[in-house]
């Protein structure tokens, strides 16, 4: 089965690239600047998207440490629904494919991400296509952020896996212990910030949802596998979407690759009310 879910991965990855490809042509590049220029290029703007990332809260209003309340709010009301979820994911757990559940894991292991997105980088500089190297630096950007925010939480949060049945409250910070690392979850970081930043690069609704499809595979994998609570999804999903969001904002301002930056986007907002707790996206 294993084998099958890499297959669907590898076909994956062709796929975005054919896709990609075909949008060459709306691009002009300029064809006497080297692939080490380039990368040079990419690299500095790499590191100021993640600059921008970390010092941005410091620039923040009050419209911002509102929608901090409303994801730490949503979050903690969503732990009421943790253990429900859980046993409706468990009690279905054998009917759930396994092609599906080992995809889930290699979409969203690190190994395999970084990977997919080195491959996505490097046919962007082949083809100097300016779209792709930007989506890949908008990807590789944004997994820097979160992975660093990630880590830090995890251990700080240390809270218990489902899977050791102690509830989904028990909490030992800083524990050094991989049973306590279940908030956020690292698979839906990497799976979303992927499926967002390439989604983003496409205008046609049913491409972005076959996209946002296939990324939402491993959050619903992790919850199939009892690694994770639905909370620690949730928050995972909204972290990611608002800091490709941030850095995709911010690499558009510095003009730094030849793409129309009028292109119709989603905005995405926290919506948090007596009766609704979601992320919502306005076209």
């Known amino acids: 089965m294993k084998a099958k879910s890499l297959i669907l991965f590898v076909a994956l990855f062709i796929f975005v690239c054919n896709s990609f490809s075909q949008q060459l042509q709306n691009i002009e590049n300029d064809s006497t600047i080297t692939i080490w220029q380039m990368a040079k290029d990419d690299a500095k703007n790499t590191i100021k998207a993640v600059g921008h990332s970390f010092t941005r809260p410091l620039h923040w209003k009050g419209d911002d440490f509102a929608k901090l309340g409303i994801l730490i709010g949503g979050t903690a009301s969503l732990t009421f629904a943790d253990r429900e979820v859980r046993h409706v994911f468990q009690s279905n757990v054998d009917g759930f494919p396994t092609v599906v559940r080992d995809f889930g894991w290699y979409f969203g292991s690190p190994q395999n991400y970084f990977m997919a997105n080195a491959g996505l980088y490097g046919f962007g500089l082949i083809t100097k296509n300016e779209k792709i190297r930007k989506t890949s630096v908008l990807i590789i950007s944004s997994s820097i952020t979160t992975g660093l925010i990630q880590t830090f939480t995890k251990n ?16 030992k910070h800083f524990a050094n212990n991989v049973g306590y ?90 919506r948090f009310g007596a009766n609704q707790i979601g992320i919502v996206g306005t076209f």
């Open 156 to 171: 700080a949060v240390g809270r218990a896996r489902p899977g050791r049945n102690e509830g989904h409250l028990t909490f």
């Open 181 to 270: 690392t279940s908030f956020p979850s690292g698979h839906t970081i990497l799976s979303v910030t992927m499926a967002h930043s390439i989604a983003k690069q496409f205008k046609n609704p049913w491409v972005k949802l076959g996209i946002y499809s296939v990324g939402a595979i491993p959050p619903i994998s992790r919850l199939v596998d009892d690694a994770h609570w639905l909370s620690d999804i949730a928050f995972s999903t909204a972290v990611s979407i608002f800091v490709v969001d941030a850095i995709d904002r911010f690499l558009n301002k510095q003009d730094a690759y030849g793409i129309d930056k009028k292109e119709k986007q989603i905005s995405w907002n926290l």
